[in-house]
C-alpha cells in the first residue's frame, strides 16, 4: 500500500473471531472483498464485507441472515458454496468464501463465438446447479456471464462454478416494505431480465431460465440477443422484440435448428411458455442432441471434481428493474461493468492415487517427540469437550508446527465438535495430505461419513471418500452404491469400489436396472441390456421381460421409432437365451 492509499481499518482486524484480514483485493457495487487466514488453520480464504450503511438497515439484514442461511445450505459441484457469514466489529456484515482460480465466462464468450460442444457443456452444467437450487427454492435473479466462472481441475477443463445466488433477492423490495434501493442498492443487470423482471412482477425459477437463454445464444453467437447502449431500450426489446435467429446472427457457426428452437423456447416472452423448470431446458437439449450430428454432441461432459471447493460469491453490478423509476443522473451512470466483478477462487484439488487409495494405509506416522505431549493435551480437551482449551491448543500448534500432520487432524475433529462439517472435512483432507495414514483413521472416517448424510456436505464428503480415502470408506461407498435414485452418484460409488476389488459390495442388477429406466436412447438400452446379460445373474430375466413387453409390436416399433423398445428385440432375445442356459 502506498503512502496515496488511505488506510482500510479492516486490515489486520480479526473478524467472526477466526478470520484476520490480510489485504484488501477489490470492491464491487455492495462492499470490498479482502483476502483473509483463518487464525486456527492458517487458511487462506477471501471475505466479502458489505458496505456499512446496508448493516444498519433493519430489513435489509433480517433478509440478508434468512438468504445468506440458505444459500449456505446449496451443496452442489457447480455452485460456489458459502461457508461462513456474520458481522465484524462495527457491526459491517460479511460472507465468507475460499480462494479460488479462474476465468469468468464473460472472458471466454470475448473471444467470439463457442464451438457448439463446448457451450452445451457449460450450458448444462449451469443447468444442472439451476435446478438443484431451485428444488431448495433458491432462486439466482441476477444470472449472467460474470456470474459465472470456468475452472480447470486436472484434466477437466470448463468446470461451472456459479456465484451470487441469493444476492439479488436480498436487495429486492418486498411487499409492503420500504425500497432497499433507497440506500443505493441496485439489482438485475438488463441484458439477462426476464421481461417479468422488467415489468417488476414477480419472479420465479424460469426467469433463471430465460437469463440461461440468454447466455447460450451469446455463447453460441458470440453476441447476446438485446443490446444497446441505452438500459432502458434494452429492457423494451426484452418486453417487444422476438430474439433473432442464433443462425442469423452467427451463420458461420454452424448452429444446428435442432438446438436453435430450444434456445429460441428459452427466450419466450411468456414464462408459461418457456421450460417448465431447468430439467425440461436439460431434456431438451438431450432430445435435440439425439437429432444432431454426432460432432455437435460429442461434448465432453464435465464430472464432479475429485474434492470438493468452497466460494462465496461477491455481490455484482446490478441495475433497477424499474429502470424508468431512476433519476436521470442515475440512469446515466448504469453500465454493464459499473461495479467490477471480483472473483478470486482457488481450488483445492485432490490427485488421488487410486493405486494407493485401493490398499489399506499404514498407520499414522506418531508425532514428534517434542510436540506430542501438547497434541496428547488437546486430546483429552476435545475428549472432554472443551472447545475453547482445544482450539487454543490447535492454535498454538498450528503456528509452531503447520506441516503437522496430527495437527491438522486434531483440526478436522475440533471443527466437527463444533458443528462445521465444512471446516472438517478440509483440515482431515490436509491431514491425509500430509500423512496417507489418516485416511484409515476410525474417527475421520466416521466423520467423514457422518457429513455423506449431510445434503450440504454431501457431495464433498462422497468426494473424498473416492478421491482422499479409499479402501477404508468402503462400507460408507456400498451404501451409496446401492441406495437412492441419483444415477451419476451411485455409479460414481460402484466405479470406486469396482476399481479397489470391492465390486461385489454393489447390486449391479439393481443398478443396471436404475440405468435402464433412466436410458434416453435405444443405443444406452442396448449397452445396458448387454451387461444384464454378462452378470450372469437370474434376477435380471424378469426385468429384461419386462422391456420385452413394452415393445409395441407394430411399424413404428419395427422402424425402432416413438418410445418404444422395438429397436431391442435382437439384443432382449439374445440377452434372455443367455440368462436362461446359465440357469440351467
Same mark, same amino acid.
Given at each position: 500500500?502506498?503512502?496515496?492509499?488511505?488506510?482500510?481499518?479492516?486490515?489486520?482486524?480479526?473478524?467472526?473471531?477466526?478470520?484476520? *484480514?490480510?489485504?484488501?483485493? +477489490?470492491?464491487?457495487?455492495?462492499?470490498?472483498?479482502?483476502?483473509? !487466514?483463518?487464525?486456527?488453520?492458517?487458511?487462506?480464504?477471501?471475505?466479502?464485507?458489505?458496505?456499512?450503511?446496508?448493516? +444498519?438497515?433493519?430489513?435489509?439484514?433480517?433478509?440478508?441472515?434468512?438468504?445468506?442461511?440458505?444459500?449456505?445450505?446449496?451443496?452442489?459441484?457447480? *455452485?460456489?458454496?458459502?461457508?461462513?457469514?456474520?458481522?465484524?466489529?462495527?457491526?459491517?456484515?460479511?460472507?465468507?468464501?475460499?480462494?479460488?482460480?479462474?476465468?469468468?465466462?464473460?472472458?471466454?464468450?470475448?473471444?467470439?463465438?463457442?464451438?457448439?460442444?463446448?457451450?452445451?457443456?457449460?450450458?448444462? !452444467?449451469?443447468?444442472?446447479?439451476?435446478?438443484?437450487?431451485?428444488?431448495?427454492?433458491?432462486?439466482?435473479?441476477?444470472?449472467?456471464?460474470?456470474?459465472?466462472?470456468?475452472?480447470?481441475?486436472?484434466?477437466?477443463?470448463?468446470?461451472?462454478?456459479?456465484?451470487?445466488?441469493?444476492?439479488?433477492?436480498?436487495?429486492? =423490495?418486498?411487499?409492503?416494505?420500504?425500497?432497499?434501493?433507497?440506500?443505493?442498492?441496485?439489482?438485475?443487470?438488463?441484458?439477462?431480465?426476464? =421481461?417479468?423482471?422488467?415489468?417488476?412482477?414477480?419472479? #420465479?425459477?424460469?426467469?433463471?431460465?430465460?437469463?440461461?437463454?440468454?447466455?447460450?445464444?451469446?455463447?453460441?453467437?458470440?453476441?447476446?440477443?438485446?443490446?444497446?447502449?441505452?438500459?432502458?431500450?434494452?429492457?423494451?426489446?426484452?418486453?417487444? !422484440?422476438?430474439?433473432?435467429?442464433?443462425?442469423?446472427?452467427?451463420?458461420?457457426?454452424? *448452429?444446428?435448428?435442432?438446438?436453435?428452437?430450444?434456445?429460441?423456447?428459452?427466450?419466450?416472452?411468456?414464462?408459461?411458455?418457456?421450460?417448465?423448470?431447468?430439467?425440461?431446458? %436439460?431434456?431438451?437439449?438431450?432430445?435435440?442432441?439425439?437429432?444432431?450430428?454426432?460432432?455437435?454432441?460429442?461434448?465432453?461432459?464435465?464430472?464432479?471434481?475429485?474434492?470438493?471447493?468452497?466460494?462465496?460469491?461477491?455481490?455484482?453490478?446490478?441495475?433497477?428493474?424499474?429502470?424508468?423509476?431512476?433519476?436521470?443522473?442515475?440512469?446515466?451512470?448504469?453500465?454493464?461493468?459499473?461495479?467490477?466483478?471480483?472473483?478470486?477462487?482457488?481450488?483445492?484439488?485432490?490427485?488421488?492415487?487410486?493405486?494407493?487409495?485401493?490398499?489399506?494405509?499404514?498407520?499414522?506416522?506418531?508425532?514428534?517427540?517434542?510436540?506430542?505431549?501438547?497434541?496428547?493435551?488437546?486430546?483429552?480437551?476435545?475428549?472432554?469437550?472443551?472447545?475453547?482449551?482445544?482450539?487454543?491448543?490447535?492454535?498454538?500448534?498450528?503456528?509452531?508446527?503447520?506441516?503437522?500432520?496430527?495437527?491438522?487432524?486434531?483440526?478436522?475433529? &475440533?471443527?466437527?465438535?463444533?458443528?462445521?462439517?465444512?471446516?472438517?472435512? +478440509?483440515?482431515?483432507?490436509?491431514?491425509?495430505? &500430509?500423512?496417507?495414514?489418516?485416511?484409515?483413521?476410525?474417527?475421520?472416517?466416521?466423520?467423514?461419513?457422518?457429513?455423506?448424510?449431510?445434503?450440504?456436505?454431501?457431495?464433498?464428503?462422497?468426494?473424498?471418500?473416492?478421491?482422499?480415502?479409499?479402501?477404508?470408506?468402503?462400507?460408507?461407498?456400498?451404501?451409496?452404491?446401492?441406495?437412492?435414485?441419483?444415477?451419476?452418484?451411485?455409479?460414481?460409488?460402484?466405479?470406486? &469400489?469396482?476399481?479397489?476389488?470391492?465390486?461385489?459390495?454393489? #447390486?449391479?442388477?439393481?443398478?443396471?436396472?436404475?440405468?435402464?429406466?433412466?436410458?434416453?436412447?435405444?443405443?444406452?438400452?442396448?449397452?445396458?441390456? +448387454?451387461?444384464?446379460?454378462?452378470?450372469?445373474?437370474?434376477?435380471?430375466?424378469?426385468?429384461?421381460?419386462?422391456?420385452?413387453?413394452?415393445?409395441?409390436?407394430?411399424?413404428?416399433?419395427?422402424?425402432? %421409432?416413438?418410445?418404444?423398445?422395438?429397436?431391442?428385440?435382437?439384443?432382449?432375445?439374445?440377452?434372455?437365451?443367455?440368462?436362461?442356459?446359465?440357469?440351467?
Amino acid at each position: 500500500m502506498d503512502a496515496s492509499t488511505p488506510h482500510d481499518p479492516l486490515i489486520g482486524a480479526v473478524v467472526g473471531e477466526r478470520y484476520r *484480514i490480510v489485504s484488501r483485493l +477489490g470492491a464491487g457495487g455492495m462492499g470490498a472483498v479482502y483476502r483473509a !487466514q483463518h487464525t486456527m488453520m492458517r487458511k487462506e480464504l477471501a471475505i466479502k464485507v458489505l458496505r456499512p450503511e446496508l448493516g +444498519g438497515l433493519d430489513e435489509f439484514v433480517r433478509r440478508f441472515e434468512r438468504e445468506a442461511d440458505s444459500v449456505s445450505r446449496l451443496a452442489h459441484p457447480n *455452485i460456489i458454496s458459502v461457508t461462513d457469514f456474520g458481522r465484524t466489529g462495527t457491526g459491517a456484515l460479511f460472507l465468507v468464501m475460499e480462494l479460488l482460480a479462474g476465468q469468468s465466462l464473460t472472458s471466454a464468450i470475448a473471444r467470439g463465438p463457442m464451438p457448439s460442444a463446448r457451450a452445451l457443456s457449460i450450458i448444462r !452444467q449451469i443447468l444442472r446447479a439451476l435446478h438443484h437450487a431451485h428444488g431448495s427454492g433458491v432462486v439466482h435473479r441476477d444470472l449472467k456471464p460474470d456470474n459465472v466462472m470456468l475452472v480447470e481441475l486436472g484434466d477437466e477443463t470448463d468446470v461451472v462454478k456459479i456465484l451470487d445466488f441469493g444476492i439479488a433477492k436480498v436487495t429486492e =423490495p418486498e411487499a409492503g416494505k420500504e425500497t432497499l434501493t433507497q440506500a443505493g442498492v441496485i439489482f438485475g443487470t438488463p441484458e439477462y431480465l426476464s =421481461p417479468e423482471q422488467a415489468l417488476g412482477e414477480s419472479v #420465479d425459477a424460469r426467469a433463471d431460465l430465460y437469463a440461461a437463454g440468454v447466455i447460450l445464444f451469446e455463447m453460441l453467437t458470440g453476441r447476446r440477443p438485446f443490446d444497446s447502449e441505452d438500459k432502458i431500450k434494452i429492457l423494451s426489446m426484452h418486453l417487444s !422484440q422476438p430474439p433473432p435467429r442464433p443462425s442469423v446472427v452467427a451463420p458461420r457457426a454452424d *448452429i444446428a435448428p435442432a438446438f436453435e428452437r430450444v434456445v429460441l423456447q428459452a427466450l419466450e416472452k411468456s414464462r408459461e411458455r418457456r421450460f417448465e423448470d431447468a430439467a425440461a431446458f %436439460l431434456q431438451a437439449l438431450d432430445d435435440a442432441a439425439h437429432q444432431t450430428p454426432r460432432t455437435v454432441r460429442s461434448h465432453p461432459e464435465t464430472v464432479a471434481p475429485r474434492w470438493t471447493w468452497r466460494v462465496l460469491p461477491t455481490a455484482a453490478t446490478a441495475v433497477l428493474r424499474r429502470i424508468p423509476q431512476l433519476p436521470r443522473r442515475t440512469r446515466a451512470g448504469i453500465g454493464i461493468g459499473a461495479a467490477g466483478l471480483l472473483v478470486v477462487l482457488i481450488v483445492a484439488v485432490g490427485s488421488g492415487d487410486h493405486r494407493a487409495l485401493d490398499a489399506a494405509p499404514p498407520p499414522p506416522t506418531p508425532p514428534a517427540p517434542a510436540v506430542a505431549p501438547a497434541l496428547q493435551r488437546i486430546e483429552a480437551l476435545l475428549g472432554a469437550g472443551d472447545v475453547n482449551g482445544a482450539r487454543a491448543g490447535i492454535e498454538q500448534q498450528m503456528a509452531e508446527h503447520p506441516r503437522d500432520a496430527r495437527v491438522r487432524y486434531l483440526a478436522g475433529r &475440533l471443527a466437527f465438535l463444533q458443528a462445521r462439517p465444512g471446516e472438517g472435512l +478440509g483440515a482431515y483432507r490436509e491431514a491425509i495430505v &500430509l500423512d496417507a495414514g489418516y485416511r484409515g483413521d476410525p474417527v475421520l472416517v466416521s466423520h467423514v461419513r457422518r457429513a455423506l448424510e449431510d445434503p450440504r456436505h454431501s457431495e464433498a464428503a462422497l468426494g473424498m471418500m473416492i478421491n482422499a480415502i479409499g479402501l477404508p470408506a468402503r462400507d460408507a461407498l456400498a451404501g451409496v452404491a446401492n441406495e437412492g435414485y441419483d444415477l451419476d452418484r451411485r455409479q460414481r460409488a460402484a466405479d470406486a &469400489l469396482d476399481r479397489m476389488g470391492e465390486g461385489k459390495l454393489v #447390486d449391479k442388477v439393481e443398478l443396471l436396472d436404475l440405468g435402464l429406466r433412466k436410458a434416453e436412447s435405444c443405443e444406452e438400452r442396448k449397452v445396458i441390456v +448387454g451387461k444384464l446379460r454378462d452378470t450372469g445373474d437370474a434376477r435380471a430375466i424378469p426385468i429384461l421381460k419386462g422391456l420385452r413387453r413394452n415393445a409395441v409390436d407394430n411399424f413404428v416399433a419395427r422402424l425402432g %421409432l416413438g418410445s418404444s423398445n422395438g429397436c431391442l428385440q435382437k439384443e432382449l432375445k439374445e440377452a434372455l437365451d443367455g440368462l436362461e442356459e446359465a440357469k440351467k
